[in-house]
């Protein structure tokens, strides 16, 4: 097998050179963000030393990490938490999901100096859970009189926002119009050729969808978020609803194709086209999906839009301040979330049934093999994290 950095080379062969120094830099960070940079590395690795010979199938986000679970507002306006990163969906089997979450609890433990039985009887506590959970077979929801801990914070500190506060942070205001502020960290200035072709891509939904009806829009600007999304096109757009005279802020992302198809021959159902299997898996994933969200084409590439949602409502590791107990709580609250994702898509398009979801988690052998993959795949991940660190 080629050596990781050619490997990593090689996936990012076509970013500009501004977003590759940025994403090197992000890679550089820690061994975490290494971790959710290098999902290709990881879903190659999985299928070399683990494979996809169990026969069933579920929907998969593709790319779970603690990081990737978060809360936000559905289009109904109520918040949820819930995974919220779909690019690298697929129908697979359910052991690398499972998986890369143990491995990303390994490596975020280590870097909070949790001693190693710790992390170990974590890892082992959220695969009991996950299988209990399918071996109830009801797909819930977590709700917020029943979070605990970061978790009952998260939902709070949603519920208590203003988006229209939240918004002004990312306008300002020149001569009598609202434009999106451009600080070179977080939005990038584009040119007006670029935002009209972005304006028409977005301009048939204005007419064919009741969420997009009565939309102006007022700006738009490339956005720089995520790890390993860095380098995919991406933008926000500032909208003025005519009606209700409120602001919102679309996030319009590039879709490409699951790195997991370039490593396992399981059959996929037929989508036009990649956005369209982004937002099907989220949408059939999520107990309710987010604010606006659709796919739309500019300039030959699909994109999937959705409503901005605050960085800050991602969990984020370094908010634990290596309170490796209170990690451990939320990551604990996090595994019925992938159970009920998974049997909230089961039977449909191509996946197993609840009861096939059931009759695995009766299953042992899995459970003690997930536990030991994570840890080799963690020690993997430290390994080319220092052999990143050292080429550069």
């Known amino acids: ?89 697929i129908l697979l089997t359910p052991e690398p999901e499972l998986t890369r979450f143990l491995s ?70 020149e001569n009598g119009a609202y434009l999106l502020k451009q600080d070179g960290k977080h939005f990038l200035a584009i040119p007006d050729k670029k935002k009209q072709e972005i304006y028409r891509g977005i301009q048939p939904l204005l007419s064919q969808s009741r969420h997009f009806a009565d939309l102006t829009l007022l700006d738009a600007a490339f956005r720089i978020a995520g790890t390993g999304s860095i380098g995919l096109e991406r933008y926000c757009v500032l909208c003025h609803h005519k009606s209700t005279g409120k602001y919102y802020l679309l996030d319009i992302k590039e879709a490409r194709r699951s790195c997991y198809r370039d490593v396992t021959n399981i059959e996929q159902p037929k989508f036009k086209n990649d956005a369209n299997r982004i937002i099907y898996a989220e949408y059939t994933m999520q107990f309710n999906a987010a604010n606006f969200l659709s796919s739309v084409r500019i300039d030959n590439k699909w994109f999937v839009v959705k409503e901005l949602q605050p960085v800050i409502d991602k969990m984020a590791i370094e908010n634990f301040k290596n309170d490796f107990p209170l990690f451990k709580e939320a990551a604990l609250m996090m595994a019925p979330l992938l159970a009920y994702d998974q049997l909230r898509s089961s039977g449909y398009n191509g996946s197993s049934t609840a009861d096939d979801l059931m009759r695995f988690a009766h299953k042992q052998q899995w459970q003690a093999d997930v536990v030991e993959l994570a840890n080799d795949l963690a020690e993997l991940n430290g390994r080319y994290c220092k052999k990143f660190l050292d080429s550069e």
């Open 104 to 173: 990303s609890v390994i490596i975020a433990g280590q870097q909070m100096n949790a001693p190693e039985k710790e992390i170990y009887k974590t890892l082992k506590e959220i695969v009991n859970t996950y299988a209990n959970t399918l071996l109830r077979g009801k797909a819930l929801m977590m709700e917020r009189e029943l979070a605990k801990g970061v978790l009952k914070t998260y939902f709070d500190q949603v519920a208590l926002r203003d988006r229209q506060s939240f918004i002004k942070k990312k306008i300002i205001k």
């Open 1 to 89: 097998m080629a050596s990781v950095i050619k490997r990593i080379n090689e996936y990012n062969k076509l970013l500009p050179a501004n977003l590759k120094a940025l994403k090197w830099e992000a890679l550089k960070e820690s061994p975490f963000r290494f971790f959710r940079g290098t999902c290709h590395v990881f879903a190659a690795d999985f299928s070399r030393l683990y494979g996809f010979d169990n026969k069933v199938r579920t929907w998969i986000c593709g790319d779970l990490h603690f990081e990737n679970f978060g809360s936000y507002k559905g289009e109904n306006r109520l918040v949820y938490f819930d995974i919220n990163d779909f690019d690298e969906s």
